[in-house]
């Protein structure tokens, strides 16, 4: 005969799988480089993981103010503990690589709409740039990077053109006059 103890034991314990996989989730996230396009907004990864970190904190709240408090193993609070560590790590971190960052959606859109989404950086000298390919609305992954010199944006400069064909497009930067943009020529391919 199965008891009560061993029901509750048995049983999947919704809020400790919800902080475990949105912690994780987060986890994963924040320690990419992929962005979230919605209409009129870029969301870097680091916000994307920032947001998968509530419903992870607010299962955690549930699981301390249950009473009787469950009974773990301390392997699954090590889980627990370090999935969230991860995550707030890698959001943290994301975050504080974007201090001088800007994104852009770039118009036109091109073919079935895929986007042409840029994220631009400069510090003292230096500069970069990353470019992401969008379809319509949702993930993407950076197709290609650029470096320039004396922390110039061509992008933000307006020295760019995007041209698009029948399955693809190409964004050509232009630095300044001794400031070159490496590589100038990058595809857009939402494939």
Same mark, same amino acid.
């Given at each position: 005969?199965?008891?009560?103890?061993?029901?509750?034991?048995?049983?999947?314990?919704?809020?400790?799988?919800?902080?475990? &996989?949105?912690?994780? &989730?987060?986890?994963?996230?924040?320690?990419?480089?992929?962005?979230?396009?919605?209409?009129?907004?870029?969301?870097?990864?680091?916000?994307?993981?920032?947001?998968?970190?509530?419903?992870?904190?607010?299962?955690?709240?549930?699981?301390?103010?249950?009473?009787?408090?469950?009974?773990?193993?301390?392997?699954?609070?090590?889980?627990?503990?370090?999935?969230?560590?991860?995550?707030?790590?890698?959001?943290?971190?994301?975050?504080?690589?974007?201090?001088?960052?800007?994104?852009?959606?770039?118009?036109?859109?091109?073919?079935?709409?895929?986007?042409?989404?840029?994220?631009?950086?400069?510090?003292?000298?230096?500069?970069?740039?990353?470019?992401?390919?969008?379809?319509?609305?949702? &993930?993407?992954?950076?197709?290609?990077?650029?470096?320039?010199?004396?922390?110039?944006?061509?992008?933000?400069?307006?020295?760019?053109?995007?041209?698009?064909?029948?399955?693809?497009?190409?964004?050509? &930067?232009?630095?300044?006059?001794?400031?070159?943009?490496?590589?100038?020529?990058?595809?857009?391919?939402?494939?």
């Amino acid at each position: 005969m199965v008891s009560d103890t061993d029901r509750r034991r048995s049983a999947v314990d919704l809020p400790y799988l919800c902080a475990v &996989l949105c912690a994780a &989730l987060a986890a994963v996230v924040g320690w990419t480089d992929l962005v979230l396009v919605v209409p009129g907004w870029v969301l870097p990864h680091w916000v994307v993981a920032g947001f998968l970190l509530l419903p992870a904190a607010a299962a955690v709240r549930v699981l301390f103010r249950r009473r009787p408090a469950p009974d773990r193993a301390g392997w699954q609070w090590a889980v627990l503990a370090l999935s969230a560590l991860a995550a707030v790590a890698g959001t943290a971190f994301g975050g504080l690589g974007d201090l001088w960052a800007e994104y852009r959606v770039l118009e036109p859109a091109g073919p079935d709409g895929c986007r042409a989404v840029v994220r631009e950086t400069a510090f003292l000298m230096g500069g970069s740039g990353d470019l992401y390919a969008a379809k319509g609305m949702g &993930l993407a992954f950076r197709s290609s990077s650029w470096m320039t010199d004396d922390g110039i944006r061509p992008v933000a400069a307006g020295q760019y053109e995007l041209r698009w064909g029948p399955d693809d497009g190409a964004l050509t &930067l232009h630095g300044r006059e001794g400031d070159p943009v490496q590589p100038a020529l990058h595809e857009v391919d939402c494939r």
